[in-house]
């Protein structure tokens, strides 16, 4: 059994219905939120959020507790741009549920707050002017700035009375470019390495190509280039794209021409260099019609695989 003792407030009391305190769709942070509201003298500004700061309502409970006053219509807000172009947003608290049509005409009686007198939920914060000019961060030790000392690779400054350098070398050809586009669209099939080349340097390499193609050097030798760049003791190679630009970066001057040797007489190696990879040692690239270039171990001095000499294409 309860036993309730009251005694009435002589001063600093606010009347309160039952409804508002037993209001069954309520919490408790949304009854005392606004119970603190109502309770505070006339003429007072305090946003919800402090209230809530000061009444010990968290952030969660705090959104919980406005969203359920919104909900009853105990609270009610309208965003406005006040003097100064800045924008403001006016909070209505009531004693008792009040319709959205309602709410927006006691708001539009009450002035709007110059920006001086803005809540500063809505306001932005004074910042403290900066003193003194702005230093660059520091460098942890390095030198600041571009010294030969940590660039090691620039490249050396021409003396004074050097001639500039030459013009860039003109645009190759559409059909040059169109050769090379073909070329490289046939790189991943010289070996299972260079499968995997990436597409956003398709073009890079179509460049580089159509370089070699301007000098002269027919796809032949440029494909025989590439099998001689790979490495001959087995190792992986993780960066195909990157093989190809360092291989086909410089473009050395185009084979002297020499006459055919005859069927009869032994062919000498037509391309020396460095070896080929161990696993393509002792192969030779079939000079027949093949939309892709063919490699085959040939038993003699032929220069047909063994296909293009059973049926010889005329």
């Known amino acids: 059994m309860i036993y309730r003792h009251h005694i009435a407030p ?3 009391f606010t009347q309160f219905s039952h409804d508002l305190i037993r209001h069954p769709r309520l919490s408790s942070d949304a009854v005392r939120l606004l119970t603190w509201q109502l309770s505070l003298p006339e003429g007072a500004r305090e946003p919800l959020s402090r209230t809530a700061e000061r009444a ?7 959104t919980r507790a406005k969203r359920q006053l919104k909900d009853e219509g105990f609270v009610h807000e309208r965003r406005l741009q006040g003097p100064g172009g800045h924008w403001v947003t006016q909070q209505l608290v009531s004693s008792v549920p009040l319709k959205p049509a309602e709410a927006a005409k006691i708001l539009a009686r009450m002035p709007v707050a110059p920006a001086s007198s803005v809540s500063p939920q809505v306001a932005p914060s004074p910042q403290p002017p900066t003193v003194g000019d702005p230093t660059p961060p520091p460098p942890d030790g390095y030198p600041i700035g571009d010294t030969p000392e ?10 004074t009375g050097t001639p500039a350098s030459p013009e860039p070398s003109p645009e190759p050809s559409p059909e040059t470019l169109a050769a090379a586009t073909t070329l490289v669209a046939a790189y991943p099939t010289l070996s299972p390495d260079l499968r995997h080349i990436p597409h956003p ?3 890079e390499l179509t460049a580089l190509t159509a370089r070699w193609l301007e000098a002269g050097h027919p ?12 490495p001959n003791d087995g190792t992986l190679v993780h960066s195909p794209g990157g093989l190809f630009r360092h291989l086909l970066r410089e473009v050395p001057p185009p084979p002297a021409t020499t006459p055919a040797p005859s069927p009869t007489s032994p062919s000498p190696d037509r391309t020396p ?4 990879s161990a696993r393509l040692t002792g192969t030779r690239e079939c000079e027949g019609r093949h939309i892709q270039p063919r490699l085959f171990r040939p038993v003699g001095d032929e220069n047909l ?3 293009c000499t059973a049926f010889p294409v005329r």
């Open 10 to 12: 002589p001063r600093a």
């Open 56 to 62: 010990n309502i968290g952030a969660t409970a705090f």
């Open 150 to 159: 940590n660039t090691p690779n620039r490249p050396p400054k021409p003396p």
């Open 201 to 203: 340097m398709r073009a």
């Open 219 to 230: 796809p032949t030798v440029i494909r025989t280039h590439i099998l001689r760049g790979l």
């Open 273 to 276: 260099g460095p070896r080929l």
């Open 305 to 307: 695989c063994p296909a």
